[in-house]
């Protein structure tokens, strides 16, 4: 089955500096990438995906890069804020076979230091 | 966009003693929903697949008779932790897919429930 790893687990930047996360994934089957957002005690809200027939897509601060040869996405914040403190997690998906199910990396806790 | 609703947001009960929770979609139906457990400082874990009108379907480790899964209508899918141990202490999540939205890849997250087994 899919195996996503994501690095790094901690990443601390200053304030108006970029934060890059990476992630692996193990299931060249996979096309579709979305990155998600979690806040201390609550779900986790989609902030950007991308789909196998894409390299890299972005919004506004926020960026996703995809390698299919190498099996590896990143997401990319720059002009970071505090208030983009959080843990980001990666998933991975293969649909429509596995009926959407998203395959978790193991979360990178960014702290965005005034 | 589409909103899945969560309940309770927080439930302490007693060794022995069992839990429902429940995941609504608000505004859209949903054929299949996804139960995940989350432990603290620790990544989403996928615990089974909810199919509506049909039995879930469990990742490999999980115990279906520990956790019951119903989905019997399009907007409502509930999780039974049965006879729960301090173990099962957890965050529980739930997220459903909207098929007939414009983004319909798209996977939307409940608030999470924090089980505490005392």
């Known amino acids: 089955g899919e195996n996503v790893e994501q690095h790094p687990s901690t990443l601390s930047v200053q304030e108006g500096d970029s934060a890059v996360i990476k992630c692996t994934y193990s299931d060249s089957a996979s096309n579709y990438f979305p990155w998600y957002k979690q806040e201390l005690g609550k779900g986790p809200q989609l902030i950007i995906d991308i789909r196998s027939n894409v390299g890299e897509k972005k919004d506004q601060r926020i960026a996703v890069t995809l390698n299919k040869t190498a099996k590896h996405f990143s997401l990319h914040i720059t002009e970071t804020q505090p208030e983009d403190s959080a843990v980001y997690f990666c998933?991975?998906?293969?649909?429509?076979?596995?009926?959407?199910?998203?395959?978790f990396g193991s979360g990178t806790r960014l702290l965005v230091r005034p | 966009g589409a909103v899945v609703s969560q309940h309770p947001s927080r439930v302490i009960c007693k060794s022995g003693t069992s839990v429902k929770i429940e995941c609504r979609s608000l505004?859209?139906?949903?054929?299949?929903m996804f139960w995940y457990r989350q432990f603290p400082k620790q990544s989403l874990m996928l615990m089974a697949t909810s199919n509506e009108g049909s039995k879930a379907t469990y990742e490999q480790g999980v115990e279906k008779d520990k956790f019951l899964i119903n989905h019997a209508s399009l907007t409502l899918s509930t999780l039974t932790v049965t006879s729960a141990h301090p173990e099962d202490s957890s965050f529980y999540i739930c997220?459903?897919?909207?098929?007939?939205?414009?983004?319909?890849?798209?996977?939307?997250f409940g608030q999470g429930t924090r089980l505490t087994v005392v």
């Open positions: 505004d859209f139906q949903a054929t299949t």
């Open positions: 998933a991975a998906s293969n649909r429509p076979d596995s009926s959407y199910k998203l395959i």
């Open positions: 997220s459903a897919r909207d098929p007939g939205g414009r983004r319909n890849t798209e996977a939307f």
